[in-house]
């Protein structure tokens, strides 16, 4: 059964993405066992980001992600969420800023985190 945990914040609601146990089975297992997180979120081109303070190495890392994916990035101790071209893509894929573990994907639009602003709270749970 699918593992589904909900992105929440003041300007977007609620948004749910579901785990890939079977991309990065440590990442996902860590980030489930860790929520709830919070943090504040910080835009970089389209894509959120906050830190959340959880040490998780790299597994099965890239820096090329896809419209959706939510991941992991280890030296920011922060989870990623990408919705668009970032300062590094090239054209109009998004690109992190150094290799991140994708651990999840956005169900339905992931263009909604255009509406989150920089400095707002942002919290992670369990479906």
């Not at 071209?85 to 339905?108: C, D, M, Q």
Request: hydrophobic share 40%.
């Amino acid at each position: 059964m699918p593992r589904l945990m909900k992105i929440i914040s003041t300007s977007i609601g609620e948004v749910h993405a579901e785990l890939m146990d079977n991309v990065n089975p440590r990442t996902c297992e860590a980030i489930w066992r860790a929520l709830p997180l919070e943090g504040v979120a910080r835009r970089w081109g389209d894509e959120v980001y906050f830190s959340v303070g959880l040490d998780i190495e790299l597994e099965n890392s890239s820096q090329d992600v896809e419209v959706g994916d939510v991941a992991f990035w280890p030296p920011g101790r922060a989870i990623c969420i990408f919705f668009g071209p970032t300062p590094v893509s090239i054209g109009e894929k998004p690109r992190a800023y150094s290799p991140v573990n994708v651990f999840a994907r956005i169900l339905g639009d992931p263009r909604i985190f255009r509406k989150v602003r920089d400095g707002e709270r942002i919290r992670v749970e369990k479906a």
